[in-house]
């Protein structure tokens, strides 16, 4: 299905997506949602929950996004779960692939001193 991203812009806003500009990036224009009930940042005490972001790019007017969760785990080490090179489909897939990013930041974040991993 291919929707105009007028459209897509909508959605997002009517869905609670704050849009900003970022200066350091070549992107059109990027989002982001703040989801309370998951595990916080664990440098950003201050905040409850993980900040989920959408990063909008158009070339020659076709238009890629991408999805990304970047937090510090419980154990102080920094990730960047990422789903990208989303197109044309981005409305009927963007809010199942933020749950799997969501899930994702979770399972990394469980307590897993009883998990072995054999090559």
């Given amino acids: ?9 909508n959605h997002l806003m009517n869905n609670g997506w704050i849009c900003y500009k970022s200066c350091s990036r070549n992107e059109k224009e990027s989002w982001y949602k703040r989801f309370q009930k998951a595990t916080g940042c664990f440098c950003n005490t201050d ?3 993980v900040q989920v972001g959408i ?4 070339h020659k007017g076709y238009y890629s996004f991408e999805i990304e ?5 419980r154990d102080g080490m920094w990730v960047k779960l990422q789903v990208y090179s989303i197109q044309d489909d981005f409305l009927s897939v963007y809010e199942s692939q933020t749950t799997q990013l969501l899930a994702a930041w979770e399972a990394m ?7 072995e991993i054999n090559p």
């Fill in 109 to 115: 974040n469980w307590p897993n001193e009883t998990l």
């Fill in 1 to 9: 299905m291919t929707t105009n991203y007028e459209q897509i812009k």
């Fill in 69 to 73: 969760l970047t937090a510090q785990k």
């Fill in 55 to 58: 990063v909008v790019y158009e």
């Fill in 47 to 49: 905040k409850l929950g």
